[in-house]
């Protein structure tokens, strides 16, 4: 059985890396700080039943946890923004320099020119469809009679834009990470 994970070095190794991934997906830089914490919170608690002996088995161990958490975020996110709305509660505001730095480490300047990019090339149609749908979080009925169109079309508009946009996105990650 291989010895425990070595948290401090993990940390020391991924923790940039880790803070892009987060910033990239949640293009928040609250959102990622807070996602890098708990998934270092979670390596901690596990790290005696980690089996990974190499550091690219633990970077990939890691990375396990950190999906995860991306994925309980999104889960929760909704709901709890509501929650914290009706209480009216706020946790403290990071400060300007902080919020700077992460998005400078996260390379958020570059990912909003590619999504700008990216939504660039749909069609007014398609683009206006994404907008009502994700920006704007309008039940696909609004985002039909909006756009005076059938409920149908207006999710397949939605459906292959976001597509559209995962596809282009994606391959600029992929060609970011390749070279």
């Given at each position: 059985m291989?010895?425990?994970v ?5 940390f ?6 880790l803070?892009r991934y987060?910033?990239r ?20 608690r596990a790290?005696r039943?980690?089996?990974?002996a190499?550091?690219?088995d633990r ?10 958490q ?17 209480l009216?509660l ?11 730095e992460v998005?400078?480490r996260?390379g958020l300047?570059d990912?909003?020119?590619?999504l ?12 206006a469809?994404?907008?009502?749908r ?5 039940p696909?009925?609004e985002?039909?009679?909006?756009l005076?169109?059938e409920e149908?079309?207006?999710r ?6 976001l597509?559209?946009l995962?596809d282009?996105l ?6 970011e990470?390749?070279?």
């Amino acid at each position: 059985m291989a010895a425990p994970v070595d948290t401090a070095e993990l940390f020391a190794d991924h923790r940039d890396g880790l803070l892009r991934y987060f910033a990239r997906r949640t293009a928040d830089a609250e959102a990622a700080l807070d996602l890098v914490a708990e998934t270092f919170a979670q390596a901690v608690r596990a790290r005696r039943r980690c089996r990974a002996a190499t550091r690219e088995d633990r970077a990939a161990w890691l990375y396990g946890i950190a999906r995860n958490q991306l994925a309980a975020y999104h889960r929760r996110g909704y709901a709890e923004q509501r929650a914290v709305g009706k209480l009216g509660l706020e946790r403290p505001p990071l400060t300007e320099a902080v919020l700077r730095e992460v998005e400078q480490r996260a390379g958020l300047g570059d990912v909003r020119i590619q999504l700008a990019d990216a939504l660039g090339s749909l069609t007014a149609e398609t683009r206006a469809a994404v907008a009502l749908r994700v920006v704007d979080e309008l039940p696909y009925a609004e985002v039909a009679s909006r756009l005076g169109i059938e409920e149908p079309a207006a999710r397949a508009r939605v459906s292959r834009g976001l597509s559209r946009l995962a596809d282009l996105l994606d391959r600029s990650l992929l060609e970011e990470v390749v070279s």
